[in-house]
């Protein structure tokens, strides 16, 4: 009996499986690209009543969707696309615009800012420690908050929290905090971009130093260009490869004081999306990408970033922001601020005037 059961199951795999799954992200990807198209079309308007846009659509993405959170929670309908378009949709956005850069752009950076990109990461990850512990939070706790500052949020927490054996609650409070915070970060870039008078390439570093996921660094630095947008991503990158050597580190430090401690996954060090970027920024340099289906390529990451920030947005938990309590508040702020002013020390001091 069991035997017949077992079989009838598995023939019903395949097709309709599949049109089920997309059958239930489908509400939530349309209501993220609805926001998004709204938010793109408002900086159609901005442009042609000023020129240019103030804000931009992928701004205004973010500040939409968080809106609407305030007012109203997406039930289970609209949850799985909601998620599907704020990580998958970035993702695949961040790994395709790796066929947009090329090697020699991330030589162009140079020996000594691709050094000090390095510094700046170790010296967050130090400094946002001990200001943890100065404000009284476990030491788990806020290591989980130093390594999501200074490397690339999310995805850091979730590498490093194996690895120090961190708690749940811990990991989901940093998690909640760096959520909202990032965008932060998002929408202040470009102002004080714009404040310091810095061209495309200081946007691109500033971003790629202080935002905290690396789809993000693509709203950052957008409104300041294409170039920007490259730059941005290739500084960011290689604060994302500061990961593994970084969780390996804890790993040794952790398993010295602890016998058996977990090795880090492969996976979490290099997440699929960072290695298909490299895979293409090879192939872009050399040359087997024709520079012909660059254009729509770059269209085409354009329309998915704007969806996945309206999701994004939507995706903003205000109560999870006062769960975190005050004491993570005020030390993943000023951590924030702390890798503020290095990446604008680090410009200041580098590059050229």
């Given at each position: 009996?069991?035997?017949?059961?077992?079989?009838?199951?598995?023939?019903?795999?395949?097709?309709?499986?599949l049109f089920q799954g997309l059958a239930r992200?489908?509400?939530?990807?349309?209501l993220s690209a609805g926001v998004g198209a709204v938010a793109y079309g408002l900086q159609i308007i901005e442009t042609n009543l000023f020129g240019h846009p103030w804000?931009?659509?992928?701004v205004i993405a973010i500040l939409m969707g968080a809106g609407l959170r305030l007012f109203w929670t997406p039930s289970s309908v609209w949850a799985p696309g909601v998620q599907f378009s704020a990580k998958t949709l970035l993702e695949v956005a961040v790994a395709l615009l790796g066929a947009t850069v090329s090697g020699a752009a991330v030589m162009a950076l140079g020996p000594i800012l691709l050094l000090a990109i390095v510094g700046v990461v170790v010296l967050a990850i130090v400094g946002g420690y001990a200001l943890g512990r100065a404000f009284g939070l476990p030491?788990?706790?806020?290591?989980l908050v130093a390594c999501g500052n200074a490397i690339c949020g999310n995805s850091a927490i979730a590498a490093v929290a194996p690895v120090i054996e961190a708690e749940g609650e811990d990991v989901a409070a940093a998690i909640g905090f760096t959520a909202v915070l990032g965008i932060a970060v998002v929408l202040l870039v470009p102002v004080v971009g714009a404040l310091a008078g810095f061209d495309a390439t200081k946007v691109g570093v500033l971003a790629g130093?202080?935002?905290?996921?690396?789809?993000?660094?693509l709203a950052a630095a957008a409104p300041a260009g294409l170039l920007a947008v490259q730059t941005g991503a290739i500084v960011k990158l290689v604060r994302v490869l500061m990961l593994g050597p970084v969780c390996l580190v804890l790993g040794l430090m952790r398993s010295g004081k602890v016998e058996g401690a977990k090795r880090p996954k492969l996976h979490h060090m290099a997440p699929w999306f960072i290695i298909v970027f490299l895979i293409?920024?090879?192939l872009r340099s050399t040359g087997l990408i024709p520079e012909v289906v660059l254009p729509p390529l770059q269209a085409g990451v354009t329309a998915m970033t704007l969806i996945a920030m309206a999701a994004l947005g939507l995706m903003v938990?205000?109560?999870?922001?006062?769960?975190?309590?005050?004491?993570v508040a005020a030390v993943a702020a000023l951590s924030a601020l702390l890798i503020g002013a290095l990446a604008l020390a680090t410009i200041v001091l580098i590059l050229p005037a």
């Open positions: 009996m069991t035997t017949a059961h077992h079989s009838s199951t598995h023939a019903h795999h395949g097709p309709t499986d992200l489908l509400p939530g990807v349309l804000v931009e659509g992928l030491p788990a706790m806020a290591l130093l202080t935002v905290y996921a690396v789809p993000q660094v293409l920024m090879g938990d205000p109560r999870a922001v006062v769960r975190a309590g005050p004491r």
